[in-house]
């Protein structure tokens, strides 16, 4: 049995570990920052994460790991002596205009020896450019009165596929935030660089990082985590062993030990076989299941289905109808025009599947190869390009190890308990 969160691909890191060699900091070395100091003198250090969705937690990483949470993990493999507290201050839709609005309740009441800033997406498509150079140098002076140091990152690239925030637009602000950088001597990590690099050197492994065209999926914040983190140290670290989430199915291991029922969506076959794994793990336990029928479609009619039944729904007023749960087993058989599409298509079907923010509902993602162990070889190339998805929004995935033989309905139970049953006692 293959179980798992996300083991990212090696490619991104290798092309960094080839680039970032000839990468120089936006601002010289010697403006070494006392944060920095704090750190390596074991000192408690409080670290405000500010931006937008980019930066907040939704549903990109599995509704439950950002940047923010990913910068602390690699300062804390940087600087161990020492406690590194985060606090994610991103709010989805924002610019550098409502930033300014929440700055005292969300940032400087926490008094934070470092506060990193990224705005510009929402800026770009709603901000006059001299109005966001003048909002970002306000956010800048407003933190320094108060004591705590800046880091300023640019955001990740984008797809050209969205006219409000057209490409030659976003390269104009992301040197706005370069200019702010270098005008007031704060040091600058430069994601946007780092992105197009990796879209110049290998477009794949650039699609392997975005969630859909605007935002990034886990290797993406992995990737900020890596620059942020560099910025902040001048040390490399490597988040590619990033430790799997834990508990990974919270919202369902509450329920079950409060012995509450359970509400599930699933793709056939699972909305048979989920309700016995699931008694299997607590007897008793009250479990309505909604079927999803994804047998004989096209993966975008599979994603429209998912817009339509996903998080959008329950935004509005039904919150007490969300599942608890949902299982996507998309058939190999579900395919698209090209790798690419693939991939983008796929992954919406996730981001739909997924709650908008936290907390919320569980996602598992099981492989095709748990009900059909006989593959053919365009079948697995179908299913490694599935668990690539996977792996990139963090979610937990079951799929059938070599030689396992188990029917597909033992495999999902014993997978489920090795989830659940230990950190339910």
């Known amino acids: 049995m293959n179980t798992g969160y996300c083991r990212c691909c090696l490619l991104p890191l290798l092309i960094l570990g080839i680039l970032g060699t000839a990468r120089v900091p936006l601002v010289a ?6 944060t920095t100091q704090l750190m390596e003198a074991g000192q408690p250090v409080r670290i405000v994460c500010f931006g937008d969705s980019i930066t907040g937690v939704y549903y990109h990483t599995g509704g439950r790991r950002a940047w923010c949470d ?41 008094n934070p020896q470092l506060v990193v800033v990224m705005f510009c997406m929402n ?42 925030r057209p490409p030659s637009r976003v390269v104009q602000y992301v040197e706005i935030v370069r200019q702010v950088g270098r005008e007031l001597g ?25 969630s859909d065209t605007l935002h990034p999926n886990l290797r993406g914040h992995k990737l900020f985590a890596e620059e942020v983190a560099w910025t902040i140290s001048g040390r490399r670290v490597s988040l590619e062993d990033l430790p799997l989430l834990e508990p990974g199915l ?10 509450r029922p359970l509400n ?41 289905k998912a817009k339509e039944i996903g998080w959008w729904r329950f935004r509005n007023g039904n919150e007490a109808e969300a599942p608890d749960l949902v299982v996507v087993a998309v058939p190999t058989g579900a395919m698209a025009a090209s ?18 923010g936290k907390p919320g509902w569980d996602c598992i993602a099981v492989l095709p190869s748990v009900t059909t ?40 139970a014993s997978w489920l308990e090795l989830l659940l049953k230990k950190r339910a006692q």
């Open 29 to 34: 070395a010697d403006t070494k920052l006392k």
């Open 70 to 110: 990913l910068l602390g993990v690699a300062l804390n493999r940087i600087y161990p002596k020492g406690p590194i507290e985060m606090i994610n201050a991103g709010i989805s839709g924002n610019n550098t205009a409502a930033a300014l609005k929440r700055m005292e309740a969300d940032v400087l009441s926490h």
């Open 123 to 164: 800026d770009v498509a709603g901000l006059r450019p001299e109005v966001f150079q003048g909002n970002l140098t306000e956010i800048v002076r407003r933190a320094r009165d108060r004591g705590a140091e800046v880091v300023l990152m640019t955001p990740n690239s984008i797809y050209p596929d969205d006219p409000r």
């Open 186 to 210: 704060v040091p600058v990590a430069d994601c946007f660089r780092a992105y197009e690099e990796i879209r110049d050197f290998d477009r794949r492994a650039w699609v392997h990082l975005m």
């Open 250 to 259: 919270p919202r369902t291991l509450s329920r079950l030990q409060g012995q």
């Open 264 to 304: 599930v969506i699933a793709m056939k076959p699972y909305d048979s076989l989920i309700t016995s794994a699931l008694l299997r793990i607590a007897p008793g336990i009250q479990v309505q299941v909604t079927p999803w029928d994804a047998e004989q479609k096209s993966l975008a009619s599979i994603e429209e």
């Open 339 to 356: 790798e690419e599409q693939f991939y983008r298509s796929y992954t919406w079907i996730l981001n739909w599947s997924l709650s908008f």
């Open 373 to 412: 162990p006989e593959l053919t070889p365009a079948q697995r190339i179908a299913e490694q390009r599935a668990l690539d998805v996977i792996q990139g929004q963090d979610i937990p995935w079951l799929g059938r190890g070599i030689g396992d033989a188990r029917p597909a309905a033992e495999l999902l």
